[in-house]
């Protein structure tokens, strides 16, 4: 089992900054895609962005690039994402996700084993 921990979600208004993190613990020996996804009261899941075990493959949704950017720290077991340039539609409960049965990474919420209790972010006009 693997238990994921999200933090620094909170406040920031409109073009601010935000660093989220996720700090992995458990059987973490394995090699593991990791994700970010986001989630609005009543809607699905949504792909944020993915990053593969090895750490040299990388996906974002069209919505978030060129303004997320995903980095995992191995030695510390955190996955982290570095949120620039927030607006108002980036408001959302955002979720880590983990997965040592995905090949290289996943925008599927499904094909992850391990989630994150969830951090939220609220970007204000």
């Known amino acids: 089992q693997v238990q994921l921990v999200e933090s620094g979600g909170g406040l920031v208004q409109a073009g601010g900054s935000l660093r989220l993190s996720c700090a992995a613990s458990?059987?973490?020996?394995?090699?593991?895609?990791m994700g970010w996804f986001r989630q609005a009261a009543g809607e699905e899941r949504e792909f944020v962005t993915a990053?593969?075990?090895?750490?040299?493959?990388?996906q974002y949704a069209d919505s978030v690039k060129g303004r997320f950017t995903i980095s995992r720290d191995n030695f510390k077991k955190t996955l982290y994402l570095q949120m620039t340039n927030l607006t108002p539609e980036d408001t959302d409960v955002y979720y880590c996700?983990?997965?040592?049965?995905?090949?290289?990474?996943?925008?599927?919420?499904?094909?992850?084993?391990?989630w994150g209790q969830g951090t939220q972010v609220t970007v204000s006009s």
């Open positions: 458990g059987r973490t020996n394995g090699d593991y895609a």
């Open positions: 990053l593969s075990s090895s750490g040299g493959t990388t």
């Open positions: 996700a983990a997965s040592n049965r995905v090949r290289i990474l996943s925008t599927v919420p499904s094909r992850y084993e391990y």
